[in-house]
């Protein structure tokens, strides 16, 4: 199954810097630099020929999603991979995510007040992913309920991905999901 990537947020998420370094590690090269505007890259594949692919620069023009999504495309049909795949590489910072997952592990807490780091496993972008984040008093206290009883979780947050590992800031509205267990 091909899943297209249409969440115009999401597509603004994604930092051309990092698309630059992503085509340079694949093999791509650069053809030509529009000052502020795009660069152009080639790719010559035995299958597909050469590639072109317009990476755009600036963000705050209206049309840069649909200029990603057809990076994305592009991306996708070259390597053979799904777009969750490559937007799984490409996304470093998404904004205010809602987070469903598990309490996979507590760390013990820290001495001087209550609060500690959880780690949840959750899906993004269609992949179980290592989340780890910091809770304070009450919220902390529900992801050791959470974790005793093995409750679903869900929360609100900044996702920063650091290597495999997203990392969730600012999270708010931490909530259990005692609901499944009346079914």
Known sequence: MNVTVKDIELLKAIHPQQVATYLQAKGWQQKQQIPD??????????????????????????DFPVSM?????????????????????LIIKL????????????????????????????????????????LFEH????????YQERLPVSCIGDLIKEGNVFILKNPRQFTLDEAWKNS
Not at 48 to 62: A, F, S, Y
Not at 72 to 84: D, G, H, V
Not at 111 to 130: H, Q, R, W
């Open 37 to 62: 505007q795009a660069i152009i890259w080639l790719k010559d594949k035995e299958s597909h020929g050469q590639l072109n692919l317009v990476l755009p620069l600036n963000p705050d023009v209206p």
């Open 69 to 89: 999504n057809l990076l994305l495309e592009t991306l996708a049909k070259a390597e053979e991979r799904s777009q969750l795949d490559i937007l799984n590489d």
């Open 95 to 134: 904004s205010n995510r809602i987070i469903q997952g598990v309490v996979m592990e507590i760390n013990s807490p820290n001495p001087d007040k209550l609060s500690g780091e959880i780690t949840l496993i959750g899906v993004i972008f269609d992949k179980l992913c290592k989340i780890k984040t910091e």
């Open 139 to 146: 919220d902390y206290i529900k992801a050791i309920k959470a």
